[in-house]
C-alpha cells in the first residue's frame, strides 16, 4: 500500500514550514516512546535517530536560503 502525502511545488518557505512540521512530529513520537521504562540501547538508538532528524532539518534550512520553489514528494510504503 502507498499513500501519497505530499506531491507538487512549494515556495521555500512553504516547503521549509511543511517539512518542518513533519520531522517535528517525527521528533515527538520518538520523545514519547522514551519512557523510564525503555532500556538504555533503546533509549540511545531513539535519541540518535532524533539527532539525525536535526541535522537533516539543518540541511534543508541551508538549502532552502535560495529562495527558489521546490518540487516536494512525499510517499509512504506500508508492507
Known amino acids: 500500500?502507498?499513500?501519497q502525502l505530499i506531491h507538487g511545488a512549494f515556495s521555500a518557505q512553504d516547503?521549509?514550514?511543511?517539512i518542518t512540521q513533519m520531522i517535528?512530529?517525527?521528533i515527538q513520537y520518538?520523545?514519547?516512546?522514551i519512557t523510564t521504562h525503555s532500556s538504555e540501547e533503546d533509549i540511545k538508538?531513539?535519541?540518535?535517530?532524533i539527532k539525525l532528524l536535526q541535522?537533516?532539518?539543518h540541511q534543508?534550512?541551508?538549502k532552502?536560503?535560495?529562495g527558489q520553489v521546490f518540487t516536494v514528494e512525499g510517499n509512504i510504503t506500508v508492507i
Do not use: Y
Open 1 to 3: 500500500m502507498n499513500i
Open 15 to 18: 516547503t521549509l514550514a511543511l
Open 24 to 26: 517535528q512530529l517525527k
Open 30 to 33: 520518538h520523545e514519547q516512546k
Open 45 to 49: 538508538a531513539r535519541e540518535s535517530k
Open 55 to 57: 541535522n537533516e532539518l
Open 60 to 62: 534543508l534550512r541551508e
Open 64 to 66: 532552502v536560503k535560495g
